[in-house]
């Protein structure tokens, strides 16, 4: 039996988040600046690369899967990837493989990521107003996202709404956007801004919508029952009473889900991040490339970079300074 992934503080490894590609056909205003550079492709892990990083970690105990980016599905030949990770939702080692997407691309690909055993999907939308949709993505388009959501229906798989909360844009669509999911059988869950990347974070701070505000005015309207369900990550969830649907409160600027965190990311060029909040990580690659499938180099680096997984981490709006802001962006590290 391989030992399982054990942090320092007791809390088991069990959910990694993966970064496919830092590329997107979006350009969300709070997360790329229009013209983005983006890595030399030799950087990203290669498929079989990406395949061998997350089997190696499945092994060591991880049991729920989610892949990023970027935009996943911008990033060729993503299904092979997927297929080949179905065997460890067949083999019983992997309870969920899911990713978070912007939806573009979803009437493409709903069919084959159901094949390969995706049941949920997280779809990031912020408006139902078309005009409002393209200000904030730039380059998208409300009409192609929809037919992603409808494709991913009709095959059958659960869909949740994320949406950054936004002072000035989508306050006034609070409502709106709970009924229209829960009209669909759609979950929601609302993020705070983070204060990623190096642009606009001035401009971040003004759109800064606390959460708790957005819960409040919520009762107002509905009555919310707290739901004890926790993912290990920095959600809480309450459920509204009068739709029955189950809505979700990211607040990654609060202290409060530290210490059930159970998760770590790896982005597409295999740097281990071992808080979302701290800067702290590991090299997966040098090892992964230097070592064949069941050699021990990538688990040993894996686990003393688990050893390194700080107790909680550092963002701070409240004192209007910057010093928590992170240098990267979300797209690279996987949001
Ligand atoms: N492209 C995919 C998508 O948009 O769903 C996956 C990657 S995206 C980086 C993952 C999530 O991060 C999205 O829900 C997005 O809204 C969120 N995000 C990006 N920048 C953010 C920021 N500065 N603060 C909070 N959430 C952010
Ligand atoms: Fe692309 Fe997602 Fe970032 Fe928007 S949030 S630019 S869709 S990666």
């Known amino acids: 039996m391989t030992a399982p992934l054990i942090d320092p503080f007791q809390r088991a490894v069990t959910y990694l988040r993966v970064s496919v590609t830092d590329r997107c056909d979006f350009r969300c205003v709070y997360c790329m600046s229009e013209n983005m550079t983006f890595l030399p492709k030799?950087?990203?892990?290669?498929?079989?690369?990406?395949?061998?990083?997350?089997s190696t970690f499945i092994r060591l105990g991880v049991r729920k899967l989610r892949i990023t980016g970027g935009e996943p599905l911008v990033r060729r030949g993503i299904m092979t990837f997927f297929d080949g990770m179905k065997r460890h939702l067949d083999s019983g080692d992997l309870d969920e493989l899911t990713l978070t997407t912007n939806g573009s691309q979803l009437h493409k690909f709903a069919g084959d990521l159901?094949?390969?055993g995706v049941r949920r999907v997280n779809i990031s939308l912020d408006t139902i107003d078309p005009d409002k949709f393209a200000e904030i993505t730039r380059w998208g388009r409300l009409e192609q996202v929809l037919r992603g959501i409808d494709a991913a229906q009709e095959v059958g798989m659960r869909v949740k709404i994320n949406a950054v909360a936004l002072k000035g844009f989508n306050e006034d669509e609070l409502f709106t956007l709970a009924e229209w999911c829960a009209s669909r059988d759609m979950d929601m869950t609302w993020i705070e801004v983070m204060p990623m990347g190096d642009l606009g974070n001035e401009d971040r701070l003004d759109q800064y919508w606390s959460l708790k505000d957005l819960r409040a005015r919520l009762a107002e309207r509905y009555t919310l029952t707290d739901l004890a369900e926790r993912s290990g990550g920095p959600a809480r969830y309450v459920r509204l009473e009068e739709t029955g649907q189950k809505i979700g409160f990211i607040t990654p600027l609060t202290h409060n889900f530290c210490e059930s965190c159970n998760r770590v990311?790896?982005?597409?060029t295999g740097q281990l991040y071992m808080c979302l909040g701290q800067e702290d990580m590991a090299d997966l690659r040098a090892p992964l490339r230097a070592s064949a499938e069941?050699?021990?180099q990538l688990e040993e680096a894996i686990r003393?970079?688990?050893n390194l997984k700080p107790k909680g981490h550092d963002f701070d709006y409240s004192r209007q300074r910057t010093d928590g802001q992170m240098s990267r962006h979300m797209s690279h590290t996987g949001g």
């Open 42 to 54: 030799k950087e990203l892990l290669t498929l079989e690369e990406l395949d061998r990083m997350c």
């Open 265 to 268: 990311r790896l982005t597409c």
């Open 304 to 306: 003393a970079a688990i």
């Open 294 to 296: 069941g050699e021990g």
């Open 114 to 116: 159901w094949k390969a």
